[in-house]
């Protein structure tokens, strides 16, 4: 068994925040074989740590509070049922203004180019990999204080939208992106919302996105290691000024990249 096992046991792994757009880490105990994990329709993000094996289940936003079940089947073992319970969280509220109006109420034409680039967007963030993943230390992506946080319900001239699904960097125009984690780049574009946007690929579930970027210095298909540069910081698609935007992704889901930057 243990020739399946990274050689230290320091792996890391995400903060426990079981708690909506948080992250549930359960604990699968010792199996031979990785587990296959399961929650609801999604595959589920293991990995190994001291002997033991680990699902990382990313809690979108949209969950409510309360009990839930994971799936688990082990090869040449019956399937068994494990129970975790997601928490209460409120986040709180932004208001913005932006003077680009367009930005806030895009016209027609715009429309049909931000359907198509939601199409793009959402494949990349659900995409699959199946990679063993031994470690989940993650680089900061950029240098600078975080600005707004995950989660903030968000008011852009005082019109509701979608809350805050990532976490904001603020560093100046031109201050290198790094990888986090080993990865492959899945998709890159220009978008209305998010500007310059890169989309890397960890594997088993795991994507993360940067956006608003002022230059891009890699391409679908390129394998980048961890602290490598992919771009730089910029203002491009709907921002009030230069920064990061960051988003992580497990399971198809949203999650608050803070808890992998606090990982243990
Ligand atoms: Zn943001």
Known sequence: MLLLLPPTSLAALPRHDPVPGGV???DLGPEDHPPAVRYGEKRVLVLPR???WYAVVGLGLQEKPGPRTLEV???GGTPRRVTFEI???EYETQRLTLKNRRMVNPYKKDLDRIARERKRILSALRHWQERPLSDLTF????E?????????RRYFNDQPRKPHSGLDIAA?????????????VIEAGDFFFNGRTLFLDHGQGLVTMYCHLEEMSVRPGDRVRAGEPIGRVGSSGRVT???LHWSVSLNGVMVNPELFLDAE
């Open 139 to 142: 680089f900061r992506p950029a």
């Open 172 to 184: 100046p125009r031109g201050t290198p992106v790094v990888a986090p984690l080993d990865g492959t």
């Open 50 to 52: 001291d002997g033991r």
């Open 87 to 89: 928490g209460h969280r």
């Open 144 to 152: 600078g204080p975080l600005s707004s946080r995950f989660g903030l």
């Open 24 to 26: 549930a880490v359960i």
């Open 241 to 243: 000024g230069p920064h």
């Open 73 to 75: 089947r082990v090869e």
